[in-house]
């Protein structure tokens, strides 16, 4: 057989006419067996064993040309590999993703406050019986229950809580702090532990004020716009006429604060000055809806016998069901004296409270048939601290009487 008639093989014995006279005899029966061969492999699918030896057909790959060179073939299976397997972590990752936020969401049910149903921010206290609950909310559950004249109980098993029988639970303070949680500024989330830093120090989205605020300038907003701001602030320009006004009106705000300062340094050069630590300890009235009201035992200062009385929110019926709570005190002469006697007082905390007051100064002019003072609010700044002091036993704070020689 000749080259050109191999080279032509079975296809071109195939195509012509039978007895053509075409190549050599038996050609025609060769190239016939080897189409029959190769139908009964199937397209694409060849039957080696049926092939001649040193024959076979082109195998085709995924996404690649049977006519190509086989490096190429092989390059090509080797690309779609990496992108199956790639295929394969991706998906993996996003898995683990999922199970990730799905096990953080697990643990925020498991470690919140059983009655804000919040993260704790700060201790985290516990019943006999292990659920948990904020700081917050366990001083609040503590002074409700000195207001109604109850014990104090867990919300979710009744058992009774107080600040003796209640424990810090410091593992859980430990987890809760490296949960992330979001920034309330850039919206990303970091360990609680790590936040309070980032807002303050480190976001850029933090709000921040420009820093001539000192000469009135009202401007506030995210800390990567401080510097463009501070370049453009109008207020360095200002006349110093327009300066004085706005530093008039800054001085106003301070002159209270002065006065005060300036009061308790002239009383502190008196003659007669006395203080002593005083204990309000907790009753109740007689009247058939009783209410909550705190009194000091006796005391001694300047020679004169005293008491202070206590009470919340001005005596209403049920100031357990107000948000808003607050202290008002009255001190009381119980000693007999011969002459009036003008006095200045103030409460500040005790050495061992943490409690938060604002100091005022009062004053009253006693005598025999007018004893006892008004009601005059103790200064404490807000609801959440007036909580504290329901929440404990009793109430310590520090008493100055100065008394006012004519």
């Known amino acids: 057989m000749s080259g050109a008639e191999e080279a032509g093989g079975p296809a071109a014995a195939a195509g012509g006419p039978a ?123 503590l002074a409700d229950a000195r207001l109604k004249e109850e014990q104090a109980t867990c919300p979710n098993c009744r058992c009774e809580i107080s600040k003796s029988l209640c424990c810090r639970n410091l593992a859980v303070e430990k987890a809760v702090s490296e949960l992330p949680s979001e920034c309330g500024f850039c919206m990303r989330q970091f360990p609680r532990s790590l936040l309070e830093r980032h807002q303050k120090e480190e976001c850029q989205d933090r709000v921040t004020q420009c820093k001539y605020k000192r000469i009135g300038c009202p401007w506030q907003g995210p800390f990567h716009e401080l510097t463009v701001h501070e370049a453009e602030c109008t207020h360095p320009t200002k006349t110093g006429n327009e300066l004085m006004e706005i530093l008039d009106e800054m001085d106003q705000t301070h002159k209270k604060e002065m006065q005060l300062y300036n009061s308790i340094f002239s009383l502190l050069s008196f003659e007669k000055i006395g203080y002593t630590e005083v204990q309000f300890r907790p009753y109740r009235t007689d009247d058939f809806i009783t209410r909550l009201y705190y009194e000091t035992p006796r005391f001694i200062v300047l020679s004169q016998t005293w008491v202070l009385k206590a009470r919340v929110n001005d005596s209403e019926r049920n100031p357990n069901l107000s948000c808003k709570r607050t202290l008002s005190f009255q001190l009381i002469l119980k000693s007999k004296i011969s002459s009036p006697m003008e006095c200045s007082f103030l409460l500040l905390k005790g050495p061992y409270d943490d409690v938060k007051i604002n100091p005022v100064i009062y004053h009253f002019v006693f005598t025999n048939e007018n004893n006892e003072t008004d009601y005059v609010p103790l200064p404490i700044i807000d609801s959440v601290e007036c909580n504290k002091l329901l929440a404990a036993k009793n109430i310590n704070l520090r008493l100055f009487i100065f008394q006012i020689q004519k």
Do not use: W
């Not at 040193?54 to 390059?75: F, H, V, W, Y």
């Open 19 to 141: 007895g053509s006279g075409a190549g050599p005899p038996g050609a025609s029966s060769m190239a016939v067996s080897v189409s029959v061969l190769g139908e009964a492999a199937g397209p694409g699918l060849p039957d080696d064993a049926g092939l001649p030896a040193g024959r076979s057909l082109p195998l085709p790959e995924a996404g690649g040309d049977p006519d190509a060179p086989p490096k190429k073939r092989l390059r090509a299976a080797e690309a779609e590999a990496a992108a199956a397997a790639a295929a394969s972590a991706a998906t993996a990752s996003a898995s683990a993703s999922a199970g990730s936020g799905k096990l953080e969401e697990r643990l925020y049910s498991v470690l919140c406050c059983t009655v804000c149903l919040d993260l704790p921010k700060a201790s985290v206290y516990q019943c006999t019986n292990g659920h948990l609950m904020c700081a917050g909310c366990f001083i609040h559950l």
